[in-house]
């Protein structure tokens, strides 16, 4: 073998002992979002055939998104016993004192503090190259770009643009909250229940969509009757929106049936709350009488009170109390009986005469009255 061939050899024997074969993969998003002041961490995998990294250099390097020219932000470059040079050394002004880095266990990990509007919109590359390589390829590189804030949809969430909501009762009903077209990255979105006492729950009928998530009741029921809040959220900031959920229905208090019977006597007084409630309230409570409506009567405030005196025996009878509202019609009656009328009194009928027979009672009050008649006449 000539000295020429024992060259070549040589070299490619040098080469396969350096020329490790690199490998840079990138750990975070494709395009990452962040917003203004905040700091973002990059972060990608560097990797050798055998995890040695004897003369390797590391280069992050920054270029506007369409643009030809880049500025190399630092080097990381390792020694001969392949461990990295320490600090790295940081070459662009821009990103003076903002920008760290950290390699370890084949990571590299980048954070950019205080993000300015001047880093969006760009490239962040990792490039690994030795003497006999350079990786430079897609997954090794990462677009930073501005997340847009979520704005919720007012006009979509808040419907018949109020706060508060009301909707029948037992039946199906649902409500959405949506962001506007512009958001990205795409939020997160979720509802909240808030109960009477403050308490936050996350509703089980939740349907989520892209930009959209749906609140569904099959069927609504009294205790759905709640605050429910939808939030949206993503690295750019957050929104919320809140509305009170009414149930609306008609019915009677609870205990209260359809009808009840009360004895009074003449002199007292009839007070008695309508048991008919509702959502929405029940503002036109009236009491009847044979569909009449009743005179001197007294409606206190919000409570229904019926005050009535009895007077006479006509006011011994069936006193309707009937109201309404969106949702339907309810009807409660009264009916006021004489408590003396109920006590039995002795009726006399027969009457026993010395105890040896009886004589019709009408007979004798006759007899007595003719006899006295009789000596009138006489004197």
Known sequence: MDFLSIFVLLLSLIGNIFSKVLKVKRLSNEITYSRIAANV???????????????????????KVNEVSSSTLFKINFDDQGKPSLPPKYLD????????????????????ENLKSTDFDTEY???????????????????????????????FFFQENSKTQTRPINEPTEFGCKVEGNTVP?????????????????????????????????????????????????????????????VGYINLKAPSPDSETIELNIGDSIRKICP?????????????????????????????MFLYKIKDESDFRT???????????????????????STSKPVVT??????????????????????????????
């Open 319 to 341: 006193y309707t109390c009937s109201g309404s509202n969106d949702y339907g019609a309810r009807t409660y009656n009264l009916t006021v009986k004489n408590a003396g009328a």
């Open 41 to 63: 961490e990059l972060k990608f995998q560097v990797q050798t055939d055998d995890d040695a990294y004897l003369g390797v250099e590391i280069s992050f390097k920054a270029s």
């Open 125 to 155: 590359i990792c490039i690994v190259e030795n003497e006999f390589d350079r990786w430079v390829k897609p997954s090794n590189q990462t677009i930073l770009k501005a997340a847009v804030p979520p704005k919720i949809n007012v006009n």
């Open 350 to 379: 027969q009457k026993q005469v010395n105890g040896s027979g009886t004589i019709n009672y009408g007979a004798s009050v006759f007899l007595v009255s003719l006899l006295h008649f009789l000596l009138v006449l006489l004197l």
């Open 186 to 246: 795409t939020p997160n979105m979720k509802w909240i229940k808030i109960d009477d006492a403050g308490k936050e729950v996350v509703p089980s009928k939740i349907t989520a969509l892209s930009k959209e998530v749906y609140l569904s009741f099959k069927p609504l029921k009294l205790e759905d009757r709640a605050a429910y809040r939808c939030i949206a959220e993503n690295v750019g900031g957050s929104d919320q929106q809140e509305f009170n959920l009414e």
């Open 93 to 112: 002004d821009n990103y003076k004192d903002r920008v760290t880095s950290v390699f370890q266990d084949t990571r590299l990990t980048v954070t950019i």
């Open 276 to 304: 008919i409630i509702g959502v929405p309230i029940i503002k036109n409570i009236e009491w009847l009488i044979f569909n009449q409506t009743t005179r001197n009567y007294t409606i206190k405030n919000s409570n229904q």
